[in-house]
């Protein structure tokens, strides 16, 4: 089985296309090449696969690294199955993955979330969902410097609050404050839980 994200930019039309067009492309080029693992298309809409395991961390990177460019967010749509067919470009390769993936982000376009995930399971997608319901309250919220923070977090597993203080130019007590207000630790544990869940499948 495989992770088949597909997803497009909120407001793109109101920010300036090269900026954070140029910075999804550098973010993805560190998860494998174009066009056989990723691709942006029609504009602002893109798709890339990665392993089960992993798809809710890289989800969190696209969403944080959107959000920390002013008055942009992501949709994401998350579908997890099978590869039957591995094309040179990820938009013709076809499979349960890129079928819940591309049929899910239509259906995210019309009820108003920013994230939702589809599999062969029911009960897990119900409970994954309940839970990316919760959760993307507080990631659709979150701050341009707080969505900065989380992205070094989620990039950088060895970075220490003193080497995001420098980062940022900030005293370590206001990049504690900024990790509190967007609650990095439940981040954490709610990447687990759903890795878990990922792996009962």
């Known amino acids: 089985m495989i992770a088949v994200i597909t997803g497009d930019i909120i407001n793109s039309q109101h920010a300036e296309t090269e900026v954070w067009i140029t910075k ?8 494998g090449s174009a066009p056989h693992t990723w691709e942006i298309y029609r504009g602002d809409e893109f798709q890339f696969k990665c392993k089960i395991d992993e798809v809710f961390w890289r989800f969190l990177a696209i969403k944080s690294l959107i959000k920390s460019q002013e008055n942009l967010d992501v949709r994401i749509a998350i579908g997890i199955g099978e590869e039957n067919f591995s094309s040179e470009k ?4 076809n499979g349960t993955a890129y079928v819940h993936s591309g049929r899910l982000l239509n259906d995210l376009k019309n009820d108003g979330h920013t994230v939702s995930i589809k599999t062969s399971n029911d009960s ?3 409970d994954l969902n309940i839970l990316l319901k919760w959760s993307s309250r507080d990631f659709d919220s979150w701050t ?5 923070i989380i992205h070094e977090m989620i990039m950088n597993k060895d970075i220490t609050q003193e080497d995001l203080a420098k980062k940022f130019a900030i005293s370590q007590s ?7 207000r967007a609650n ?3 981040i954490v544990e709610t990447n687990q839980y759903f890795r878990k869940k990922i792996s009962e499948l």
Not at 24 to 31: P, S, T, V
Not at 174 to 180: G, M, T
Request: glycine share 0%.
């Open 24 to 31: 999804l492309k550098n973010l993805l080029e560190k998860w």
């Open 174 to 180: 206001s990049v504690s404050q900024r990790l509190k």
């Open 144 to 148: 341009v410097a707080n969505a900065e």
């Open 124 to 126: 897990v997608d119900r």
């Open 184 to 186: 990095y630790e439940l």
């Open 90 to 93: 990820i938009t013709e390769s």
